[in-house]
């Protein structure tokens, strides 16, 4: 449910509607936009509240929200939701790209990754510390020296990094070194953790799982709405198809639909979906075309991993198809 404040409502009316609201066990969720102040009523919802909440003073309307995410839903924040990474805008106008090496292995791996995708125009380092592995016996990440080698990437290149946190145990850690904390197809319905990643005050990026549907998806980033962090970036990354020829196929329409269910930036992984690297320019394009306010991509290391000069070609051919969608330069738009 959501209530509606009227234009010239005072602060006192708005905090009288959440003492209401409270009194009831049901927990409250402000979305102060330029156009509208709306408090998101979550809980065991009784159809009598509506009227209650109706006839207080300050309140213009009561809604039911008939989806089952409410947060991340359009009626509740109708504004485009917009995260800031270093100097870029995800979910605005920009086209940010994340790049970097699939997993962190060394030093040299990784710092020259980030010098070179910077000077492409990558506003964010990505690089996995902990790794998902379908295999256990494959490479499963250097850990917490992974991160450190990432930190030194940033402070050499003051790009962000984005990594990703596979338990709830090591939110903490993982939160002392990333600026954006990503949640892996593979954990995207791990409830424990989206719960531990809801009470971090930074962004997440938020993998769709590979047999997600739209709806489980948005609920999974529900859970790190309803925790009280607001930042949720949602990644688009191939699904789960009788296809083989591709490692999954990747969704282009989850990207505007998503757009029209949800106020949240919406991204898409060209690399694990397709896990082949000549088809990770042209599904970074389409992407783009269809909407994207980003892309994630692996850079030099990895089957699906672009090398450094493909990465640039990539780049300037990405902004292209990004103006021709009137998005403008990453680092100057909102
Ligand atoms: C990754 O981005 O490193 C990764 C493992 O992606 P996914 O969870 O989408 O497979
Ligand atoms: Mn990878």
Not at 158 to 183: F, N, R
Not at 323 to 328: A, L
Request: net charge negative.
């Amino acid at each position: 449910m959501i209530e509606v404040m009227k234009k010239d409502s005072t602060q006192d009316q708005l905090e009288g509607v959440k003492a209401r609201i409270e009194s009831h066990g049901l927990e409250v969720h402000l979305s102060e936009g330029v156009e509208r102040t709306v408090v998101g009523v979550l809980g065991q919802i009784f159809i009598e509240l509506k009227d209650e909440l109706e006839s207080l003073p300050g309140v213009l309307e009561v809604i039911l929200i008939s989806k089952p995410y409410k947060l991340s839903s359009r009626e509740f924040k109708n504004e485009d939701t917009v995260i800031k990474g270093g100097d870029a805008h995800i979910g605005g106008d920009e086209l940010v790209v994340m790049a970097g090496p699939c997993a962190v292995e060394d030093e040299d791996q990784v710092l020259s990754a980030a010098h070179a995708v910077k000077a492409a125009g990558a506003k964010i380092l990505r690089g996995g510390a902990f790794k998902p592995r379908s295999s256990p016996y494959s490479f499963r990440g250097m850990g917490v020296e992974g991160l450190r080698l990432l930190a030194k990437a940033r402070e050499e290149t003051g790009l962000p990094i984005v990594t990703e946190v596979m338990s709830p145990e090591d939110v903490g850690m993982v939160d002392a070194y990333a600026d954006i904390l990503q949640i892996g197809t593979r954990n995207s319905q791990n409830f424990n953790l989206l719960d531990a990643v809801g009470k971090v005050r930074k962004p997440v990026l938020l993998k769709r799982g590979f047999s997600a549907t739209y709806e489980e998806w948005l609920l999974a980033a529900e859970y790190v709405l309803a925790g009280g962090n607001d930042q949720v970036i949602l990644c688009e990354r191939g699904i789960r198809t009788f296809e083989t020829g591709t490692r999954f196929t990747i969704d282009l329409s989850a990207i505007p639909m998503i757009k029209s269910l949800s106020h949240l930036p919406v991204i898409a992984d060209p690399s694990h979906s397709t896990g082949r690297a000549h088809l990770v320019t042209p599904m970074t394009l389409a992407a783009v075309a269809a909407g994207a306010h980003g892309v994630i991509v692996d850079v030099r290391d990895g089957a699906q991993a672009l090398t450094f000069d493909t990465f640039a070609d990539m780049m300037t051919r990405a902004k292209a198809v990004a103006q021709s969608v009137g998005k403008v330069p990453a680092g100057t738009g909102r």
